[in-house]
């Protein structure tokens, strides 16, 4: 198996998105290989980095995290060092569960978890706001998650652009 992804490759990463703790004969069954086949298929795809890793779907609001929070984060310089420089510092942050460079008005978008407001604005004044390169924050909260992550869109898998 190359780089390109053959449809059998995608019923098994579908079936692992929607089940990681499937066992391989399951996963034979569901996808219609047999084990061998499909045991090596999965090897392949993890060693390709295609599948990183497999891990449990928690609910944030079950482990008492009530606040889900989006902030735009702007950073005084654009250099490469000083981006490098606030990821590599807010990686730490157990309160940022996902951080993005992006393009626009705004240099990073940082996914923040937190039990209640008043630990939010604690995090947020206290540890966020006294990085030092960021310029300017804004903060958006989330009223309710209409829809969270569930998984990659498979069908567009292999697709160039």
């Known amino acids: 198996m190359g780089n390109e992804l053959e449809p059998v490759d995608?019923?098994?990463l579908e079936a692992l998105q929607e089940d990681g703790r499937l066992t391989n004969q399951a996963l034979s069954e569901r996808v219609g290989l047999s084990t061998s086949p499909s045991w090596r298929r999965v090897r392949q795809l993890e060693e390709n980095g295609v599948i990183q890793g497999y891990r449990a779907?928690?609910?944030r609001r079950a482990l008492g995290l009530g606040v889900l929070a989006f902030i735009r984060v702007k950073i005084d310089s654009h250099s490469a060092e000083e981006a490098?420089?606030?990821?590599?510092e807010v990686i730490g942050l157990e309160e940022v569960v996902a951080?993005?460079?992006i393009a626009g008005d705004a240099d990073f978008l940082l996914q923040v978890v937190a039990p209640d407001l008043d630990h939010y604005?604690?995090?947020a004044m206290s540890t966020l706001r006294r990085l030092p390169r960021i310029k300017e924050m804004q903060t958006t909260f989330v009223l309710k998650e209409i829809k969270r992550f569930d998984g990659l869109p498979l069908r567009f898998a292999g697709e160039r652009g």
Do not use: P
């Not at 490098?84 to 590599?88: K, M, N, R, T, V």
């Open 99 to 101: 951080c993005y460079s």
């Open 121 to 123: 604005a604690d995090f």
């Open 10 to 12: 995608l019923r098994i």
């Open 84 to 88: 490098e420089a606030f990821a590599a």
């Open 57 to 59: 779907v928690l609910d």
